[in-house]
């Protein structure tokens, strides 16, 4: 599976965002897809996380409520729609594909797809 994301940009903070990672490769239902962040100096951490069928969620709690992760397995994509967007939210974020959805949470994915640059000011 090779992942390519989009989207990313440089907003005011309270703006918003659409970030896409199109897939491709066979069987994308088959596999759990998160978004992860990460900072100069810092580990990556995870960010929301999706079922295969799409009717599970996990966020962690720094953009519950903010973000929502969605997908779209006729188009082989995931989305993160980022709304109230704060500085703090300031990173590159990375889409990431795992058979298994406890390899997500452990930021140990099967496919990380390439980073785009979001950028939030004050």
């Known amino acids: 599976v090779q992942l390519q994301a989009s989207g990313g940009g440089s907003v005011q903070a309270g703006g918003s965002l659409r970030l896409s990672c199109a897939a491709s490769?066979?069987?994308?239902?088959?596999?759990?897809l998160g978004w992860f962040r990460q900072t100069p100096g810092t580990e990556r951490e995870i960010v929301a996380v999706?079922?295969?069928?799409?009717?599970?969620?996990y966020y962690d709690t720094s953009v519950e409520g903010r973000f929502t992760i969605s997908r779209d397995n006729t188009k082989n994509t995931v989305y993160l729609q980022m709304n109230n967007l704060k500085p703090e939210d300031t990173a590159v974020y990375y889409c990431?594909?795992?058979?298994?959805?406890?390899?997500?949470?452990?930021?140990?994915?099967?496919?990380w797809g390439q980073g785009t640059q979001v950028t939030v000011s004050s």
């Open positions: 490769g066979r069987s994308f239902s088959t596999y759990y």
């Open positions: 999706i079922s295969r069928s799409g009717i599970n969620t």
């Open positions: 990431a594909a795992s058979s298994a959805y406890s390899d997500l949470l452990k930021t140990s994915p099967d496919y």
